[in-house]
């Protein structure tokens, strides 16, 4: 169920007096003229927006509509400084704090009833060393930003499949995309972090500082601290990939469903591929009445190898197939859907992992799509694997052996069609959630809350390893808008 998280507070708004957040707001870098070099230059400071201010409406939406939350404040923090101080500010008066990166999170969690919402949006810097091969990014910065600079020097992470998402919330929790079979998960290849705790300290996280932090981080998502400053391991990636995807009319979703279990095993570690059925949208933004099947796609190895990468799929039902792929940028491919998944829906996500894929729960999974309540839901089915089912570095992020993912997206305009698509989503799901491998869920990627489903997703001795860790950095739970390590 949707669980609403009870980010309770003892204070309350009015015992937090004018001249309180009067001295919280002249901590905050200021937004002024500096006289140096550059003078005459008015640099971009922090701003605290309060309830009842111009900006408070735009300021604390997030991208699921779902979620319309109200809290007292929303600080636009410039730097690592802004960030201890609201940090501090909102430990003193025991108010809930979160976060906010990309805006991203799916349940909602980086907004807060009668809290801070700790927006970084302002500290997106990113510094690519082409030597090294690697990234500095601030803790705002949005995966197309990432992708921008460091394609700029045929270099890329791990990201995920939109270019808005935030880098800080996909990597603390995980964060697959189109290169996770060739180089693992986002998590798999941090190297480092700075982390402001909830005690207000700014710490260096990684292998050979702060270990149990920088262990936790890798995987607990927000639980310990607010990152500033992540830094990433960078792999030549094109700057050509071949992706996009190919469609076919919806009748032939189960023959293509059957086709992919034995053929996505198969596919080179260059090759991601995921089964789209969906309704596509019009160039006039509107949705297409008739549903279809679609294999989407990225290729990112070397030319000479696409044919022989291809060659099976596209002998499937070549007549009355659609190819909507090409050779383009990398970061291009990055934003192919933003537009299709653009904010302000309201959006809940189930999802399973799968060993394999008998003829009955593929039936299943797809005769029960049909019924969806809104033509904006869709469902997805893909073969990971590779990288990302290899042992790594022990990191608490869930490493499912299972190869398959089946997610539905559950999208819907209106508010007051609310309760109709996530009753039709709760029906669906368990029509097939037997035949799932596991309890096991890619926190990143459920709409849902609460202290079992973490401890699932995790596994009780990571659970319990992440729990010390909590206990260690944030023992008074401040960080609790999250998928929550109860400490
Ligand atoms: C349209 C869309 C596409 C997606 N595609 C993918 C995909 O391809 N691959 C994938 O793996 N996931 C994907 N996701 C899921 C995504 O990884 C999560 O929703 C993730 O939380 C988004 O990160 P964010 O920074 O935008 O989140 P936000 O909503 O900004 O933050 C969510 C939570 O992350 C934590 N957090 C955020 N910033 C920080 C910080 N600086 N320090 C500490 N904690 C922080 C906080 O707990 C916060 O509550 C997608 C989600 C959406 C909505």
Known sequence: MVTELLATSTTTAS???????????????????????????????????????????????VWNAMHQRYPLAIVEAAGAADVVAT??????????????????????????????????????????????????VEGGALLGELDHESQAFGLATVGGQISNTGVAGLTLNGGWGWLARRFG????????????????????????????????????????GVVTLFEFQLFEVGPLVY?????????????????????????????????????????????????????????????????????????FSPDDMVVEAEWLPYAVLQTQYDEFLRHGFNTYYKYGVLDDLSDEFLETAFNGWLTKKSNHTFMTLG??????????????????????????????????????????????????????????????FTGDLGEDLVRDAYGRSVYERLREVKRTYDPQNLFRMNQNIVP
């Open 15 to 61: 015992s937090i007096t004018d001249t309180d957040w009067a001295e919280f707001a002249a901590e905050l870098r200021p937004t002024k003229t500096f006289h140096g070099l550059g003078d005459g230059v008015v640099r971009e400071g922090a701003r605290l927006i309060r309830k009842g201010d111009a900006d408070y409406e735009t300021a604390r939406q």
């Open 87 to 136: 940090v501090n500010f909102a430990r003193e008066h025991d108010l809930p704090i979160t976060p906010r990166c990309g805006g991203h999170s799916i349940p909602g969690l980086s907004t807060v009833d009668d809290g801070i919402i700790l927006d970084l949006s302002r500290m997106r810097a990113i510094q690519i060393d082409p030597v090294r091969k690697t990234a500095r």
């Open 185 to 224: 998960y986002t998590v798999d290849n941090l190297i480092s972090a700075q982390v402001v705790t909830a005690d207000g300290r700014l710490l260096n996280a990684s292998k050979d500082e702060n270990p149990d932090l920088f262990w936790g981080l890798r995987g607990g998502g927000g639980n310990f």
């Open 243 to 315: 992706g996009g995807q190919i469609s076919w009319p919806i009748e032939k979703a189960i023959d293509l469903l059957k086709f992919y279990r034995e053929w996505g095993p198969r596919q080179v570690e260059e090759l991601t591929t995921e089964v789209i059925a969906w309704h596509t949208e019009e160039e006039d933004g509107s949705l297409s009445d008739q549903a279809v099947i679609s294999m989407s796609l990225c290729f990112s190895g070397d030319p000479k190898d696409l044919d022989d990468a291809l060659a099976e799929l596209l002998a």
């Open 383 to 444: 073969y990971w694997g590779g990288a990302m089912s290899r042992a790594g570095d022990d990191v608490p992020f869930p490493r499912n052996k299972e190869p398959w993912r089946a997610v539905t997206e559950i999208r819907w305009e209106e508010a007051h069609e609310r309760d109709e698509n996530v009753q039709w989503a709760h029906d669906y799901w368990s029509s097939i959630e037997g035949y799932f491998s596991t309890k096991n869920q890619y926190l990143n």
